[in-house]
Antibody
Framework: QVQLQESGPGLVKPSETLSLTCSVSGGSLSSYYWSWIRQPPGKGLEWIGYIYSSGSTNYSPSLRGRVSISIDTSKNFFSLRLTSVTAADTAVYYC????????????WGQGILVTVSS | DIVMTQSPDSLAVSLGERATINCKSSQNLLYSSTNKNYLTWYQQKPGQPPKLLIY???TRESGVPERFSGSGSGTDFTLTISSLQTEDVAVYYC?????????FGQGTRLEIK
């Protein structure tokens, strides 16, 4: 079965760029949307955006301009970049798969806590 | 953006009793060409990612116990746990996928009374 695993720095300084990678095992990236979702500590879920296996993207308007998602289907991973971070970007970041023409996310990675602090 | 509002924010139910969580969307989630409601439910336990329970508002994901059911259409939806078990203590989220940006409800915390 498909498994996702986030990786990257757990601490990022304010105004710098947050970069995370989601490694996918047990299946191909083809014909799915690959998503990032975040959850501030003790709060709810926020969709960041997703990328289709072809490379087309869709981002949350609240983050557009700061966020980019890329994909490497040959190496079975996709990535998140969020620029000019502030303390408000502190959250657990999850990667997840969304089936084509479906809207739900399954499976999810375990999540990685990223803290924005100097 | 479609706003998803869950009620209540928290809920305490006795073991074996029914738990009901509501989710209201600011726009219709029933897509006329498919006659499906673009609404899903997740369960999140502490320290874990959300787990898919229900999609198309009422279709139970494989492996999800039958005590979990989803209902509703249009703008009003309900997640029902028919007989609460200890392992059901969690936060439950609804999510719409009718349009982007995809949005979630604020969550409902379910506890044992």
């Amino acid at each position: 079965q498909v498994q996702l695993q986030e990786s990257g720095p757990g601490l990022v300084k304010p105004s710098e760029t947050l970069s995370l990678t989601c490694s996918v095992s047990g299946g191909s990236l083809s014909s799915y949307y690959w998503s990032w979702i975040r959850q501030p500590p003790g709060k709810g879920l926020e969709w960041i955006g997703y990328i289709y296996s072809s490379g087309s993207t869709n981002y949350s308007p609240s983050l557009r301009g700061r966020v980019s998602i890329s994909i490497d289907t040959s190496k079975n991973f996709f990535s998140l970049r969020l620029t000019s971070v502030t303390a408000a970007d502190t959250a657990v970041y999850y990667c997840a798969r969304r089936p084509y023409s479906r809207g739900w996310f399954d499976p999810w990675g375990q999540g990685i806590l990223v803290t924005v602090s100097s | 953006d479609i706003v998803m509002t869950q009620s209540p924010d928290s809920l305490a139910v006795s073991l074996g009793e029914r738990a009901t969580i509501n989710c209201k969307s600011s726009q219709n989630l029933l897509y006329s060409s498919t006659n499906k409601n673009y609404l899903t439910w997740y369960q999140q336990k502490p320290g874990q990612p959300p787990k898919l329970l229900i999609y198309w508002a009422s279709t139970r994901e494989s492996g999800v116990p039958e005590r979990f059911s989803g209902s509703g259409s249009g703008t009003d939806f309900t997640l029902t746990i028919s007989s609460l078990q200890t392992e059901d203590v969690a936060v439950y989220y609804c999510q719409q996928y009718y349009s982007t940006p995809i949005t979630f409800g604020q969550g409902t915390r379910l506890e044992i009374k």
